[in-house]
């Protein structure tokens, strides 16, 4: 078999680099069981923006529901956030996810989720589907430690 080397720099080749490092041993990693450990180790994760501004987030987990990391998707501002499903599914296939649980805010406190929110949970679905990445769950988290969860109330899962 013949190799070749490429000098990217006078090829003018950008070069890509996939990362991702873990240093939590699999013993020591969160398992979820249900959609209230999830919006458990999301309010750990969140930051004290819960109640000022909408963030989302993701959590890759493992062939066993461990948590293999969280990804910051986007922050916004008090009436929505930007979620390009490009960019979670390409943090979950850096770390070879087996799954994904989905979650965002409302500062206000309203727990229903938008007509935006209920598409964005089924073109994220899909995409789980094609990628074989599901999707178990969308988490809204409001204030005193309210939620809502997708999987929980049939909608979309």
Not at 33 to 47: E, H
Not at 102 to 125: F, Q, R, W, Y
Request: glycine share 6%; with cysteine; charged share 25%.
């Amino acid at each position: 078999m013949q190799t070749f080397q490429i000098d990217l720099f006078t090829a003018n080749i950008a070069e890509v680099e996939i990362s991702y490092k873990n240093k939590v041993r699999p013993a020591d990693r969160p398992k979820l069981d249900n959609s209230n450990d999830c919006a458990d180790i999301f309010r750990r994760i969140w930051t004290d923006t819960l109640e000022h501004h909408e963030s989302f987030y993701s959590l890759m987990l493992d062939r066993a529901n461990k948590v293999l990391g969280v990804y910051r998707v986007s922050e916004g501002g008090t009436t929505g956030t930007i979620a390009d499903p490009k960019m979670i599914f390409q943090a979950a296939l850096k770390c070879n996810a087996a799954a994904l649980i989905l979650a965002h805010n409302h500062p206000s406190g309203n727990l229903i989720p938008s007509v935006s929110d209920v598409k964005l949970t089924e073109k994220m679905k899909a995409a789980g589907v094609l990628l074989d990445i599901p999707v178990l769950d969308h988490v809204i988290l409001g204030i005193d430690d309210k939620y809502y969860s997708f999987a929980d109330n049939g909608n979309v899962f």
